[in-house]
């Protein structure tokens, strides 16, 4: 299976934009559907937002969307999120995730990002 590493995170302003990526290594990254969660500590990890394997299907939670674009380039293995109009609410670790199926749980997940926005 793969392995995830991610990177980009940071400080920023509110109103900034900052761009995550995650490298994968392995075997078939591209047979894999990617997503991007975030969690703090007073909350659940959430969702932010999805890609399939092919690129041709995303997915945005709604706090995101307009906001958010996740895209992936499997000639190199890499899945980026662009954010930007970042608000302090987005403050959090941000994971990288895959999976083979379509439905389920994430089975692969890299170490996180810290994204930390100041107002």
């Known amino acids: 299976q793969v392995q995830l590493v991610e990177s980009g995170g940071g400080l920023v302003q509110a109103g900034g934009s900052l761009r995550l990526s995650c490298a994968a290594s392995?075997?078939?990254?591209?047979?894999?559907?990617m997503a991007w969660l975030r969690q703090t500590p007073r909350k659940e990890r959430e969702l932010v937002a999805t890609i399939s394997w092919s690129g041709d299907t995303t997915y945005y939670a709604d706090s995101d969307k307009g906001r958010f674009t996740i895209s992936r380039d499997n000639a190199k293995n890499t899945v980026h999120l662009q954010m930007n109009s970042l608000n302090v609410d987005d403050t959090a670790v941000y994971y990288c995730a895959a999976r083979i199926t379509t439905y389920g749980g994430y089975n692969v997940w890299g170490q996180g990002t810290q994204v930390t926005v100041s107002s």
């Open positions: 392995g075997r078939a990254f591209s047979n894999y559907n």
